[in-house]
């Protein structure tokens, strides 16, 4: 019997900026509100960054985090994943503080180093909302989004160990896989585990679907049966590739930090129309989306009664 399909929904992100969208959330409210409705859309798991309520800048501070956290749990029972990506060029203090602070059942932690450019979305706008924008596109252009053995190792003992919050492992690349495996080696991870395969980064892997296979094939060489694996594309292959995966017997992650676009030349209005978009397919297959009971049990989460917020 096929699983169901966990879908994750990544709703703001730290690379769209406010000038590419007017629907990107941005103040608390409507990131919070984003979740819940992705979550009553069909989305089990609800991956989430802060913004600068002023200008949408992304913000690693707990407080602005402790603004929506709450509400969410609260109003909906998604598995709320709190990013430790933060956003380009946070130190990894500042990236891990909301995360330690929340506690949550999950958190992403990325896999390995890498060039991560998102410069060329710079050279598609004339005008912009904020006088930050520009300028935080354009650094990427000389720009590693850094990921040691070191950061990994300090985010798995002082987020995993001491609160017990498991990981969404971000892979980019064919060697994090590999960096992945080391630490499982190593007895740092337990699985079950949950990996983020991701697609059409500049610096990372293309989106390409023989690398989706190569990928995948090397995860289940690597980690056999203790692994569940999900798929993320960026912009117009998110939902290609998203597709890819649930035919494939694999989860998959939508929302509005892959991809703000909802079909060819039309901005999607909201995470929960992407969700409902993925979700519909999945249906339309003889398949189900996983609740979020169902990835608790399955990624053995410590429950959302033991959270800090």
């Avoid at 509400?71 to 029972?77: M, S």
């Avoid at 190593?186 to 983020?196: A, G, H, M, N, T």
């Avoid at 117009?236 to 998203?242: I, K, L, S, T």
């Avoid at 249906?283 to 989306?289: D, K, R, V």
Wanted: proline letters at 5%; one cysteine or more; aromatic letters at 10%.
């Amino acid at each position: 019997m096929s699983k169901s399909v966990i879908i994750t929904c990544a709703v703001t992100g730290g690379i769209h900026t406010p000038s590419m969208s007017p629907y990107l959330p941005i103040t608390p409210r409507q990131i919070e509100d984003a979740a819940v409705e992705a979550c009553q859309a069909g989305a089990s798991i609800i991956h989430l960054h802060a913004r600068d309520p002023g200008n949408g800048r992304p913000d690693y501070r707990p407080e602005t985090f402790m603004q929506f956290l709450p509400g969410i749990r609260n109003r909906c029972d998604a598995v709320v994943n709190v990013s430790t990506g933060g956003g380009l060029g946070m130190s990894i203090e500042q990236r891990l503080a909301a995360a330690l602070k929340a506690s949550p059942e999950m958190a992403s932690l990325n896999m390995g180093s890498l060039n991560f450019g998102i410069f060329p979305m710079a050279e598609k706008y004339r005008s912009w909302k904020y006088d930050w924008e520009q300028p935080f596109l354009e650094m990427t252009r000389d720009f590693i989004f850094p990921n040691t053995f070191k950061t990994i190792e300090y985010a798995l003992k002082a987020l995993g160990e001491q609160h017990g919050t498991r990981f969404e492992f971000e892979c980019y690349d064919l060697g994090h896989l590999y960096n992945l495996a080391y630490f499982v080696d190593r007895k740092l991870v337990e699985p079950p585990l949950f990996i983020q395969l991701i697609f059409g980064i500049l610096g990372g892997v293309g989106a390409d679907i023989d690398n989706l296979l190569h990928m995948h094939q090397v995860a289940c060489k690597l980690f056999g049966d203790d692994h569940e694996w999900s798929v993320l594309a960026a912009g117009r292959q998110q939902m290609p590739f998203a597709t890819r995966a649930y035919e494939m017997g694999g989860n998959l992650r939508v929302g509005l930090e892959d991809s703000l676009w909802i079909d060819k030349g039309e901005l999607a209005v909201s995470n929960a129309q992407q969700v409902q978009k993925i979700k519909s397919g999945i249906e339309s297959a003889g398949l189900e989306a996983a609740t979020p009971d169902q990835v608790r049990q399955r990624l053995a989460l410590k429950g959302s009664g033991q959270v800090g917020f």
